[in-house]
């Protein structure tokens, strides 16, 4: 490809690069989360073998979707702060995106796996001790409460944080729903509300998953981020003095937290004469800086005629 009249590089928040990933500064709220989280995965386990529960082994299944969740997470966040390659040239901080992928697909498959379990139930009921259910679905309880706490803004910032989140999110629901269903089975007897607690988990599970599957796959696609109008951007490139034209204009997602954006710039030669490149750089940079949320910025200055020319040099 030919070389217009200019490039130009704008960090509008600095980007990753100095600072690490967006999930990074929430390392150690990940490793508590992921303590409490193993914790009360053996407290599960003891207290649905002892008691017959289907809904506290669905939960403990959870539980231990979401210790591999976390884990996943906190792997993903120490491959994705290495550093750039000569090969990986944005270094590896989609691993985390690719974290999110997983922890999303296997959490589909266990709300799959704890549905066909609850239909199993409801048709052949089996007999559920109440009490122990409540005592051991209310330490899951108080344990995911607490790591929600410790998850809630870092899920705000990172896709990778998001999964754990949600993972943890969809569990106390779980939990929830567990020491319901043993409260109706001790006030009433009616053990189908266990295999009924279970259904209502994997409907819980499923729509957030499939919610970040989505929002991880964009990433993948290199989708435009969800909160940049491209059509607003295109319009303020645009009405910036001496620009006449835009073209190629990407916008896409390195990881949570780096959005990044590249864009032709057909500028007048009368301005690029009197301004010089580096000013309309700047004024450049500083609109994307000004009203939009980008980390990274590459501009390619050009003459009015230049993109007809570069394409025959292209070929």
Not at 12 to 32: E, M, Q
Not at 52 to 74: C, E, K, Q, R, V
Not at 86 to 113: C, D, H, K, M, Q
Request: aromatic share 4%; hydrophobic share 50%.
């Amino acid at each position: 490809m030919g070389v217009g009249h200019g490039h130009g590089h704008g960090h509008g928040h600095g980007g990753a690069a100095g600072r690490g990933t967006a999930g990074s500064a929430h390392r150690g709220r990940l490793r508590i989360a992921l303590a409490l989280t193993l914790t009360t995965l053996a407290a599960q386990v003891v207290g649905g073998a002892l008691s017959g529960s289907l809904a506290l082994f669905a939960d403990a299944g959870h539980m231990a979707t979401d210790a591999a969740g976390i884990t996943m997470a906190l792997v993903a966040i120490h491959i994705a702060n290495r550093p750039p390659t000569e090969r990986r040239t944005f270094g590896y901080a989609r691993a985390e995106i690719l974290a999110a992928v997983l922890n999303a697909l296997l959490l589909i498959a266990v709300g799959a796996y704890i549905a066909y379990e609850g239909v199993r139930r409801l048709v052949e009921p089996t007999e559920v001790e109440g009490g122990l259910t409540v005592v051991f679905g209310s330490v899951g309880l108080v344990a995911n409460l607490v790591a929600l706490s410790l998850l809630a803004r870092g899920q705000k910032e990172s896709l990778n944080v998001r999964g754990a989140y949600l993972e943890v999110l969809s569990d106390a629901l779980g939990s929830l729903m567990v020491v319901l269903s043993a409260a109706v089975i001790m006030a009433t007897g009616f053990t189908r509300a266990d295999a009924i607690a279970s259904l209502l988990i994997s409907a819980m599970i499923i729509p957030r998953t499939w919610h970040l599957l989505r929002e991880a796959l964009d990433v993948l696609l290199e989708a435009a981020p969800k909160d940049v109008d491209m059509a607003e951007v295109r319009a303020h490139l645009l009405a910036l003095p001496g620009v006449q034209g835009l073209h190629d204009l990407h916008v896409w997602t390195i990881t949570s937290g780096l959005p990044v954006l590249s864009a032709h710039v057909v500028v007048d030669e009368r301005t690029l004469a009197e301004r010089g490149h580096e000013d309309v750089l700047h004024g450049l940079q500083d609109c994307l800086g000004d009203h939009f949320d980008v980390a990274h910025c590459t501009f390619q200055l050009e003459p009015a005629g230049y993109a007809a020319r570069e394409a025959g040099l292209c070929h």
